[in-house]
């Protein structure tokens, strides 16, 4: 069965630094994987995906991931945080191969703060 | 482009009052979702399904029922509430891609935050 692992529930770091936020997955097919952005009292918004095309992925606003099969990880970095960039972030990967009902499996969540 | 609307944003209930939830996409897609969010915890599947007419249990789905009689639409019911029932609900849709494009990217609606009392 799939799974994934946010390994910080809680960022902080100071505007024009970079950031990190890390997941590790475990997924017994070839995985798609997601990064999602939610805003304080908003919805969810897709940040960037991996379907095994290229193993460096770059989402909007600057952020970006690479999956490392080896590691079992797919790490978001961004190399200078805004202010705007302070939200909860959730790693995704998908249950079962996609091609059936395709549902998520979603992270525990990492909250970002972005010190001024 | 209104993608996913969620209906109500915002609703309090008391114990034992049963409420439905409304979800309405209009993008076409056949998939759509209900997901819980609680503190903590992620998001967690409640019922999802593939098709009109066609429904399917997720990981939580107890205390909970859902109906898609038309494509655009996906109701979520709880028939008596409880207290552990307070959370922020959300609704997705999605298409899929084949052969190793863009699979199952969900889209989501905003938001229901439901307190049961």
């Known amino acids: 069965a799939q799974s994934v692992t946010q390994l910080d529930s809680h960022v902080s770091v100071s505007e024009g630094t970079p950031v990190l936020l890390r997941c590790n997955y475990s997924?017994?097919?070839?995985?798609?994987l997601f990064w999602y952005v939610q805003h304080p009292n908003k919805g969810l918004q897709l940040l960037l995906k991996?379907?095994?095309?290229?193993?460096l992925v770059k989402g909007i606003n600057g952020f970006e991931a690479e999956f490392k099969k080896s590691e079992t990880s797919f790490h978001l970095t961004k190399p200078s945080a805004h202010m705007s960039d302070a939200a909860e972030y959730f790693c995704v990967v998908t249950e079962g191969d996609g091609g059936s009902q395709g549902n998520l499996i979603f992270g525990k969540g990492t909250k970002l703060s972005v010190k001024p | 482009n209104a993608g996913v609307t969620q209906t109500p944003k915002f609703r309090v209930l008391k114990t034992g009052q049963s409420m439905t939830l409304l979800c309405a996409q209009d993008?076409?897609?056949?998939?759509m979702y209900w997901y819980r969010q609680d503190p903590g915890m992620g998001l967690r599947l409640i019922h999802y399904s593939v098709g009109e007419g066609t429904t399917a249990k997720g990981e939580v789905p107890d205390g909970y029922n859902v109906s898609r009689l038309k494509k655009q639409n996906f109701l979520l019911g709880l028939e008596s509430a409880a207290p552990s029932q307070t959370s922020v609900y959300f609704c997705?849709?999605?298409?899929?891609?084949?052969?190793?494009?863009?699979?199952?990217?969900?889209?989501f609606g905003a938001g229901t935050r439901l307190s049961v009392l």
């Open positions: 997705a849709s999605s298409y899929l891609l084949v052969l190793g494009t863009a699979k199952n990217i969900q889209y």
């Open positions: 997924s017994s097919y070839s995985p798609s």
């Open positions: 991996y379907t095994s095309a290229a193993t």
């Open positions: 993008m076409n897609h056949e998939y």
